[in-house]
């Protein structure tokens, strides 16, 4: 079945530092690939999506590239800021399936 | 600001108790959907409903019963649960099937324990 495997965290870095959070996936045929970030006591918010093979997502100075010769779809950050202190999600959808397939999830820890 | 508002926000009850989560979203979306989302877990799919209608049960015990009343409302009814049913419950909405990307609109969630 598919599935997304994301790095363990939680992943500690000092503020301006830069970002990377591993995430690759198993699917038949050609998914379409999101990020999403849960910010303590919210909701899921969507930060990023890509829809084909070398498709590049960007928000808020985040990026993610699809890539299906490695199927992976990592998340990428230059410099990130405490606020960016959160918990996020990878994930997959299926064209015409309606069940979105998520990772475990990598918590992400910024100080000053 | 989200635009997908669920109600109430935290809930306490006990194990013989009936309650029920709301969810309203004023998108337009035709699908809605419940997740339960345990510390530190990604969400689980309960139940999405698709222009009105059930379209997925992921094999949820009938101690939740979802219910579609309109376009824009979304309950979660709460019967005779276990203490291990204690988790956030998290509502979204997207474009039906067939125009839906993966986008979901998630609400904050409705924090439940049960003792």
């Known amino acids: 079945g598919d599935s997304v495997t994301q790095m363990e965290g939680p992943v500690t870095l000092s503020e301006e530092a830069f970002l990377t959070i591993n995430c690759t996936y198993t699917?038949?045929?050609?998914?379409?690939l999101f990020w999403y970030v849960q910010y303590p006591g919210e909701g899921l918010q969507l930060l990023l999506k890509?829809?084909?093979?070398?498709d590049k997502g960007s928000n808020k100075g985040f990026e993610a590239t699809y890539r299906k010769e490695t199927t992976s779809f990592h998340l990428e950050k230059g410099s990130v800021q405490v606020s960016d202190s959160a918990v996020y999600f990878c994930?997959?959808?299926?064209?015409?399936?309606?069940?979105?397939?998520f990772g475990t999830g990598t918590r992400l820890l910024v100080s000053p | 600001d989200t635009e997908v508002t669920q109600t109430p926000k935290h809930l306490v009850m006990g194990m013989t108790n009936k309650k029920s989560l709301k969810c309203e979203q004023h998108?337009?979306?035709?699908?809605m959907y419940w997740y339960k989302q345990k510390a530190k877990k990604p969400p689980e799919l309960m139940f999405v409903?698709?222009?009105?209608?059930?379209?997925i049960n992921e094999s949820v015990p009938s101690r939740f019963s979802p219910e579609c009343p309109n376009s824009s409302l979304l309950n979660l009814h709460l019967h005779a649960l276990q203490p291990e049913d204690s988790a956030l419950y998290l509502c979204?909405?997207?474009?039906?099937?067939?125009?839906?990307?993966?986008?979901?609109?998630f609400g904050e969630g409705s924090r439940l324990t049960v003792l």
């Open positions: 979204a909405s997207s474009q039906p099937p067939g125009l839906n990307t993966g986008e979901l609109f």
């Open positions: 699917a038949t045929g050609y998914p379409s």
């Open positions: 890509a829809t084909k093979a070398d």
């Open positions: 994930a997959l959808i299926r064209p015409g399936f309606q069940k979105l397939v």
């Open positions: 998108m337009g979306h035709r699908a």
């Open positions: 409903y698709s222009y009105e209608k059930l379209s």
